[in-house]
């Protein structure tokens, strides 16, 4: 199982201390999700429904003065409660993580291949050597030529500095891939290319994948299946396809209007809302 989320609440300020359920504010509420084996399932909702606030919780990353109680079991391992060493070596070896802004995620100092090899070498115990094939045989993968190993991320483009984001969250291996909108500071058709990508890494790795994003169709080329969240709450959940043919509650219809003005606005292809045809044999469902 990749993600299985119980009654998960995430409250925020308020007084720390013993009594629960206290004076904090609520920002994630009851929520149900769960992504199974070789899944990709989509989290959309509009800004500050508390999508950062469930991948953070996954993550054991949650800010200072937040607090997340229910269950939440990742590859089996209960994340809530666990230990700073249970939570780094999870993220270190199950799951990946990519973020919105590679600009500002990778680390200016660092070159391409000391960015992408850093995991490795917190988690794995392998010589400089075997490191460096793996980082080459994953620049590949991701479509960056070998020459872009010694540069820096302000020598590259958003779209490049994604690719870099990406091999970074999946040198591990990771059974699990985290996307926290990591097309949003792209333009349409670079997002597209980054989305296909991730696509067809995690499909080709059998993992699953955690989409989130407030642009319905980013969402329909990634994902199968989604949650709709609205301040704080699950409200609605189905296939992907079936939520943009009929979405049933005011927030997913103003989603998906504002997904296709933008479409038809930016690229005048209404089938760029139809959802990604599977590519190859991969873990669609
Ligand atoms: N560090 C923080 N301290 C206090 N409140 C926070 C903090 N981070 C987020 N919040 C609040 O938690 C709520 C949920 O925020 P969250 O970041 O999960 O939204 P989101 O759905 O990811 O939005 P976006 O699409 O803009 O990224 C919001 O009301 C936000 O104001
Ligand atoms: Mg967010």
Request: hydrophobic share 40%; charged share 20%; net charge neutral.
């Amino acid at each position: 199982m990749g993600v299985e989320i119980r009654g998960l609440n995430v409250t925020i300020g308020g007084h720390a201390g013993p009594a629960r359920g206290g004076s904090g504010k609520a920002v994630v509420r009851d929520v149900d999700l769960t992504v199974g084996d070789g899944e990709r399932v989509g989290l959309i909702g509009s800004s500050g429904s508390g999508k950062s606030m469930i991948a953070k919780s996954m993550l054991g990353l949650l800010p200072r003065g937040a607090r997340a109680t229910g269950s939440i079991g990742l590859g089996g391992t209960e994340v809530i409660g666990a230990s700073d060493r249970t939570l780094a070596d999870l993220r270190g070896r199950y799951v990946g993580v990519v973020f919105q802004n590679p600009g500002t995620s990778l680390n200016p100092v660092s070159t391409v291949a000391k960015q992408v090899e850093l995991p490795l070498r917190l988690h794995y115990d392998l010589t400089a050597f075997e490191r460096r094939d793996r980082v080459m045989a994953m620049l590949d993968k991701v479509g960056l030529a070998a020459d872009m190993a010694g540069k820096y991320p302000h020598e590259l483009s958003g779209g490049q500095q994604q690719r870099v984001g990406i091999a970074t969250a999946l040198i591990t291996s990771p059974r699990l891939i985290v996307a926290d909108e990591p097309t949003t500071a792209l333009d349409s058709i670079i997002q597209r290319q980054i989305v296909d990508l991730l696509v067809s890494l995690v499909d080709d790795a059998g993992a699953s994948m955690l989409f989130i994003t407030h642009d319905f169709s980013v969402l329909a080329r990634a994902t199968t299946r989604c949650y709709v969240i609205d301040d704080g709450r699950v409200t609605e959940e189905g296939p992907t396809a079936d939520l943009l043919a009929s979405p049933g509650t005011p927030v997913a219809r103003e989603l998906v209007g504002s997904a296709r003005r933008l479409t038809l606005s930016t690229v005048g292809l209404a089938h760029e809302l139809s959802p990604a045809v599977p590519t190859g044999q991969g873990g669609a469902r």
